[in-house]
């Protein structure tokens, strides 16, 4: 794990994240996600944090109202939200994480617009792996 760091467009709000230098990455073809370009990178609450710009999010629920999409006030950068598949984590855009800290990404599609079919698949992502 390193730690990577990233924001929204204007800068208004910066995080950081542990995660690998190769990152595994999904790309839904949700409605949400297809239409902002959002690619995932689902860790636990445990390895992301907000170090700038908490008071410049807004966020956005619709249909289950248990995803919690944010965005900045400032720019309209979704940079990362609570999802659905995992309540008790955070889905990182990756585009929005600075790409010197990259070794390489592999993109996984996803199907999110059969979201009922394939959201079990997304169980657990955002568990902490257990080191044994």
Known sequence: ??????????????FEVEAPEDINALDCNCSICSMTGFMHLIVPKSRFRVIKGADNLTTYTFNTGVAKHTFCKTCGIRPFYVPRSNPDGYSVNVRCLDQSSISKVMIEQFDGKNWGQNAPRLKNLSKDEDPN
């Open 1 to 14: 794990m390193i730690l990577h760091k990233g924001s929204c467009h204007c800068g208004a709000v910066r």
